[in-house]
T-cell receptor, first 106, second 116 residues
Framework: GIQVEQSPPDLILQEGANSTLRCNFS?????LQWFHQNPWGQLINLFY???GTKQNGRLSATTVATERYSLLYISSSQTTDSGVYFC????????FGQGTRLTINP | EPEVTQTPSHQVTQMGQEVILRCVPI?????FYWYRQILGQKVEFLVS????????KSEIFDDQFSVERPDGSNFTLKIRSTKLEDSAMYFC??????????????FGEGSRLTVL
């Protein structure tokens, strides 16, 4: 089945810093989504981005489908950005990566 | 904005008991899913459901699990005889169809199951 690798596994930053999270996947897909899992365990949809670039406030994402990777950018990080970020890819179903745990210190 | 709703948000049960987790998908969606996440681990696919039947299931989804769409709105996951290792967060998701394949998946807030 499809393999999804996220890097880095852990990232610790100071408030105000910028960060880049990466997602590599092993096969071509029709669906790629980024999620933020909050401290209560809820999965928050960030982007549906099988290809191209999207921006939403301080967050943006780019997927290069031909090279099988996606990047999530967070600018001017805030403590509320802390949590685990998941990339998930697939066609009829989503396969999740292991996640990147982001900690933003004040 | 339409959303996927799940009940209960948290359930505590004794080992060996039956549990039913309920989900109301987004009304015009065609594909329905259950995922689970054991504490500290990644989110794992359990089963997908389309056109009133299971379209795909993982090896986790063994005979103790079943899914049902008993009416036009609810989608349920039943665990027949719970084990300690079934303790996890269970997520329901739904999606529509985009150009012949599934579109964006929308996830519910999850049901946390604790088996004692």
């Amino acid at each position: 089945g499809i393999q999804v690798e996220q890097s880095p596994p852990d990232l610790i930053l100071q408030e105000g810093a910028n960060s880049t999270l990466r997602c590599n996947f092993s096969d071509s897909v029709n669906n790629l989504q980024w999620f933020h899992q909050n401290p209560w365990g809820q999965l928050i949809n960030l982007f549906y981005i099988p290809s191209g670039t999207k921006q939403n406030g301080r967050l943006s994402a780019t997927t290069v489908a031909t090279e099988r990777y996606s990047l999530l950018y967070i600018s001017s990080s805030q403590t509320t950005d802390s949590g685990v970020y998941f990339c998930a890819v697939g066609d009829q179903k989503l396969v999740f990566g292991q996640g990147t745990r982001l900690t933003i210190n004040p | 904005e339409p959303e996927v709703t799940q009940t209960p948000s948290h359930q505590v049960t004794q080992m060996g008991q039956e549990v039913i987790l309920r989900c109301v998908p987004i009304s015009n969606h065609l594909y329905f899913y259950w995922y689970r996440q054991i504490l500290g681990q990644k989110v794992e696919f359990l089963v997908s459901f389309y056109n009133n039947e299971i379209s795909e299931k993982s090896e986790i989804f063994d005979d103790q699990f079943s899914v049902e769409r008993p009416d036009g709105s609810n989608f349920t996951l039943k665990i027949r005889s719970t084990k300690l290792e079934d303790s996890a967060m269970y997520f329901c998701a739904s999606s529509g169809r985009v150009r012949g394949h599934t579109g964006e998946l929308f996830f519910g807030e999850g049901s946390r199951l604790t088996v004692l």
